[in-house]
């Protein structure tokens, strides 16, 4: 009897063994394997970058160490899906912030299709209108989503884990000068620190030299894709960056970058990527030190 037993026993562990939900198990235990390189390491607190290509414009992708997304900007309107599928490719199930630095279409132009696609949680603005209607098509996926911009200023701290990210501009207001309101967010994470100026030129940079502490960073993000209008040596002598990213379209029409910057961030001894020849530039820091990557 006790053989019959143990016969029994061991024809369904066998059963068992290769029953449909142990090789579901197995399947699962290979998708783990598979896992993206980058939820990996997410998991492993490092803060991620990435500064998207969207040819001529802006758009870039915070993920924290916590695996909150920040969104700046969302490129220009035929560039909206690009960016969707982007974040849907990094995993991005939802945005816990979305700033759209200023109204122009090169910035906020994708923003839109990016609010309808995927569920965002808070949206920052500065408090600065424009007629044209892709600004008209942002506010209203903005109010479709229930939302209510909140005010881009100085000051001002989204509320995220494990890192610090702050408004340093705009300080003032600039009447019709769009650029010039351009909101520029400081984050920092650990020793690490990044800026990120939209299309912040000379006038703004020398509101934001009030406070020259916290512009201080190891990665700036160029503001206005290179212009000669941005990134004055006063503030890049405020900065001190290691590293710069610019975000420019490839052949564009207005000549960005400027060989005037790369010559002064040359001089500078500033490491530059550029989207228009590197494409998408991802910055990952461990909250020690930033190692960079390019995917064309
Ligand atoms: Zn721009």
Redesign the pocket.
Known sequence: MKKLYITLALILSVLVACSPISSITTSEKETDQTMPKLQQEQASGTLRVYYLDVGQ??STLIQTPKGQHILIDGGDNHKGDEVVDYLKQLGVKSLDAIIATHP?A??IGGLDTVIDAIPVKSVYAPRVSHTTNTYKDFLLAVKNSGLKIKTAKVGLTLPLDGITAEFVAPVAEYGKDLNAWSAVLRVQYGNTSFLFTG?AEARSEKDMLKSPKLLKVDVLKVG??GSDTSTSQDFLNAVRPTYAVISAGKDNKYGHPKSAIINRLKRAKVTVYRTDTQGTITAVSDGKTIKFDTVR
């Open positions: 414009g802006d122009d090169d910035h299309d206005h894709h």
